[in-house]
Structure formats: structure tokens, C-alpha cells
């Protein structure tokens, strides 16, 4: 994996102050962790929304704060919807001799037979897994293959997911990740019901550590 360096610096800038330093191209940002003080940082905003564009949760970045360095997971990304652009961002520093836990996300990929010739829809019930690992062996993402889904009521669960070397899964190896069911039911009342729609388990997000940005809104 290529190591992704973003290139930091100190700031004492705070509360409402921080938006004259988003004018000046600037992007706040905190480093926080297990066993390190919070740090607040800037970066430069342009070069961090490019690669940013390339990220993903779980995708592990080294942040040189004037000199040294810290390997990191991104926590938080707070975005200005309408103008797209990235206003603050929470580190989580990890050391990387120490497992951790974090959601890594799962791609798919392929062509489902029971989609092409059976006009199944494919039910996703998982969006991202839940793995341990140390930081270097983190994937930053998960492919799920879906072409072994050739019939209606096929599925794949977590246990069927080829992991890299190293990485454990914490997740229920019986939990269904992805099914193939029909388009839709007639109820009895005349009504439709799609099987297997039901509403998927709440994903837990991990929420970084607030810092003083939140003056801001005062």
C-alpha cells in the first residue's frame, strides 16, 4: 500500500477565528488517541480534498505535524454540502504494533445470474465489516463477489468472504451480507411487499472526539 502523507502544521486558532483560516485555504483538523494528547492541526485545504477523493474509512494515512509523524484513521469528516467542500477533520492515531478494530467497507462486484435471468433483487444487508487487525494490515476495502448468486434465495454471509491475511473478522459468520430475493409479493390486502426489504441493522459509527470547533456554532 502506498503510504499517503499529508503535510500538517500546529494551530492555536479557535472558535470563530477558524473561519478566517478556511478563507486563507486552510482545513482545522484534530489528532486525537489512545496514547496521544489532542493536537490541533491545519493542513492545506485543496491538496487534502484531492486525496481525500481517493480515501476510505479505513485507509491509513501518516500526518507530519511539523516534523513528526502520526499514523492515523480518519473519524469525522464534517463537509459543507453545498458548497462540497471539507470544513473539519478528526484523527484517530493508532499505534501501529497494536490491534485494532474498525469497519472497513465492502465492495461488489460481478454479475448475478439470479438478477440477469431471474429479475431478482439483491437485497444488501451489509454495507461494511467489522474487522481486527494491526494498522498495517488494514484493507481499505473488502470485494464481495456476487456472481455466485445464481438463484433466487442464494446468498452470501459473512462467512463466505475471502479476508486478507491477518485480518479477523468480528462480525457473525452466519449473518447474511447479500441475498437474491423476488422483485416483489402480492399481500392478501392488494397491497406490495418486497421480501427481504426489511430495514437493515443500524451500522455503529464510530464518532470522533469533538474539539473546540464547536464554539464555532455559538
Same mark, same amino acid.
Given at each position: 500500500?502506498?503510504?499517503? /502523507?499529508?503535510?500538517? !502544521?500546529?494551530r492555536?486558532?479557535?472558535?470563530?477565528?477558524?473561519? &478566517?483560516?478556511?478563507r486563507?485555504?486552510?482545513?482545522p483538523?484534530?489528532?486525537? @488517541?489512545?496514547? /496521544?494528547?489532542?493536537?490541533?492541526?491545519?493542513?492545506?485545504?485543496?491538496?487534502?480534498?484531492?486525496?481525500?477523493?481517493?480515501?476510505?474509512?479505513?485507509?491509513? $494515512?501518516?500526518?507530519? $505535524?511539523? @516534523?513528526?509523524?502520526? !499514523?492515523a484513521?480518519?473519524?469525522?469528516?464534517?463537509?459543507?454540502?453545498?458548497?462540497?467542500?471539507?470544513?473539519? #477533520?478528526d484523527?484517530? &492515531?493508532?499505534?501501529?504494533?497494536?490491534?485494532?478494530?474498525?469497519?472497513?467497507?465492502?465492495?461488489?462486484?460481478?454479475?448475478?445470474? &439470479? $438478477?440477469?435471468?431471474?429479475?431478482?433483487?439483491?437485497?444488501?444487508? *451489509?454495507? @461494511?465489516?467489522?474487522?481486527?487487525?494491526?494498522?498495517?494490515?488494514?484493507p481499505?476495502r #473488502?470485494?464481495?463477489? #456476487?456472481?455466485?448468486?445464481?438463484?433466487?434465495?442464494?446468498s452470501?454471509?459473512?462467512?463466505?468472504?475471502?479476508?486478507?491475511?491477518?485480518?479477523?473478522?468480528? !462480525?457473525?459468520?452466519?449473518? *447474511?451480507?447479500?441475498? &437474491?430475493t423476488?422483485?416483489?409479493?402480492?399481500?392478501?390486502?392488494?397491497?406490495? $411487499?418486497?421480501? @427481504?426489504?426489511? !430495514?437493515?441493522?443500524?451500522?455503529?459509527?464510530?464518532?470522533?472526539?469533538k474539539?473546540?470547533?464547536?464554539?464555532?456554532?455559538?
Amino acid at each position: 500500500m502506498e503510504k499517503i /502523507v499529508l503535510k500538517a !502544521a500546529k494551530r492555536n486558532v479557535i472558535g470563530k477565528q477558524v473561519k &478566517a483560516l478556511r478563507r486563507a485555504g486552510q482545513l482545522p483538523a484534530v489528532i486525537y @488517541g489512545r496514547h /496521544v494528547e489532542p493536537i490541533s492541526i491545519s493542513l492545506d485545504a485543496h491538496s487534502t480534498g484531492l486525496v481525500f477523493a481517493k480515501l476510505t474509512s479505513s485507509t491509513l $494515512v501518516t500526518i507530519d $505535524v511539523e @516534523g513528526t509523524e502520526y !499514523a492515523a484513521l480518519v473519524r469525522e469528516k464534517q463537509r459543507n454540502y453545498i458548497k462540497g467542500v471539507l470544513t473539519h #477533520i478528526d484523527f484517530l &492515531a493508532v499505534d501501529l504494533t497494536e490491534k485494532i478494530r474498525t469497519k472497513v467497507q465492502l465492495v461488489f462486484v460481478g454479475v448475478s445470474s &439470479a $438478477v440477469k435471468d431471474f429479475s431478482a433483487v439483491l437485497v444488501h444487508r *451489509i454495507e @461494511g465489516l467489522e474487522v481486527e487487525c494491526l494498522p498495517t494490515d488494514l484493507p481499505e476495502r #473488502i470485494t464481495v463477489d #456476487i456472481s455466485s448468486i445464481k438463484e433466487i434465495g442464494n446468498s452470501i454471509r459473512v462467512r463466505d468472504i475471502p479476508l486478507p491475511e491477518n485480518v479477523l473478522v468480528t !462480525a457473525d459468520e452466519d449473518e *447474511i451480507v447479500i441475498i &437474491a430475493t423476488l422483485p416483489r409479493e402480492e399481500t392478501p390486502e392488494g397491497g406490495v $411487499v418486497v421480501p @427481504g426489504a426489511e !430495514a437493515a441493522p443500524g451500522l455503529s459509527v464510530e464518532r470522533g472526539k469533538k474539539d473546540e470547533e464547536t464554539a464555532e456554532k455559538k
